[in-house]
């Protein structure tokens, strides 16, 4: 199971953290995806993160914007994303996943807005 | 990058009827790294079809998944009313991974 923080307002240029709680599975056998849906529009994927050494890879769009990060000693991991656009808004979701794998469990969402 | 395209963008069909989506890669893809996920309204995607034709746990057997090279399928043999939703494929195998646009099953 994972479990997300809860929803966000952010202004234009702020940064956002959204964590995502995993329980029930061994933390670090597996890695983390981060997937976004816009407003009424599809899944994309961010990147991933290696719950076991913190290796991450990021989908090129993000690279300069994403940091993706893991605490092990609570099961939770991290994706901030700095420089916040309007066109950032959107839903946020975590998946269990392991290297280029399936995502399996997904966390619940965290609803993020953005606004000038 | 692999682009994935599905087809229809917007199926309409009756609870009973048999459902084909179509997920169609930018390029020939190994099969083991094609997903299928269903998603509806309000809530987070669900992994339905693995490795372009296994079933994830818990997944009823009218769901089934097909296909190689660059043309894949997901197939519905009878439409239940909860299985209208948002369909979208994916290509796992160049991680952080690639979707679909998605395909819309609506009750017609």
């Known amino acids: 199971q994972l479990v997300q923080s809860g929803a966000e307002v952010k202004k234009v240029g702020a940064s956002l953290k959204v964590s995502c709680k995993a329980s029930?599975?061994?933390?670090?056998?597996?890695?983390i995806s981060w997937v976004r849906q816009a407003p009424g529009q599809g899944l994309e994927c961010m990147g991933w993160i290696s719950a076991d050494n913190g290796n991450t890879n990021s989908a090129q769009k993000f690279q300069d914007r994403l940091t993706m990060t893991t605490d092990p000693s609570t099961n939770t991991a991290y994706m901030e994303l700095r420089s916040l656009r309007s066109d950032d808004t959107a839903v946020y979701y975590c998946?269990?996943?392991?290297?280029?794998?399936?995502?399996?469990?997904w966390g619940q969402g965290t609803l993020v807005i953005v606004s000038s | 990058e692999i682009v994935l395209t599905q087809s229809p963008g917007t199926l309409s069909l009756s609870p009973g009827e048999r459902a084909t989506l179509s997920c169609r890669a930018s390029q020939s893809v190994r099969s083991s790294w094609i997903a299928w996920y269903q998603q509806k309204v309000g809530q987070a995607p669900r992994l339905l079809i693995y490795g372009a034709s296994s079933r994830a746990t818990g997944i009823p057997d009218r769901f089934s998944g097909s296909g190689s090279g660059a043309d894949f399928t997901l197939t519905i043999s009878s439409l239940e009313p909860e299985d209208f939703a948002v369909y979208y494929c994916q290509h796992y195998g160049d991680s952080p991974g690639t979707f679909g646009q998605g395909t819309k099953l609506e009750i017609k």
């Open positions: 029930n599975y061994s933390f670090s056998s597996y890695g």
């Open positions: 998946a269990r996943s392991l290297w280029s794998n399936y995502f399996d469990p």
